[in-house]
């Protein structure tokens, strides 16, 4: 059975590497179990919707089964998004 963990092994080499330049997003990966991964974006340069685009993007390309559930945290205005990543079975 497919699992997230391959992706969550490169979120976190995304996000280290980016926690190194200077003003960068933050973001952080929590797996929870096998099928689900939280991944919350932080950056006020308010980019959520490219966050999610891109997430979208590379589910696409890898043909994965994966829905995203979105939730802009406050102050709702894109600055701190919460994506929910859930592998179909």
Same mark, same amino acid.
């Given at each position: 059975m497919p699992t997230l963990l391959p992706l969550w092994r490169k979120a976190r080499r995304v996000s280290s590497a980016a926690s190194r330049l200077p003003e960068? *997003?933050?973001l952080h990966f929590v797996l929870h179990g096998w099928q689900r991964m939280l991944m919350i974006y932080h950056s006020k340069r308010a980019l /959520? %919707?490219?966050a999610e685009g891109l997430i979208r993007g590379c589910i696409d390309h890898f043909g994965d089964s994966i829905?995203?559930?979105r939730e %802009?945290? @406050? @102050?709702g205005d894109g600055t701190a998004v919460r994506f929910l990543l *859930?592998? /179909?079975q």
């Open positions: 960068s *997003t933050s /959520g %919707d490219l829905t995203i559930q %802009d945290m @406050p @102050p *859930t592998r /179909g």
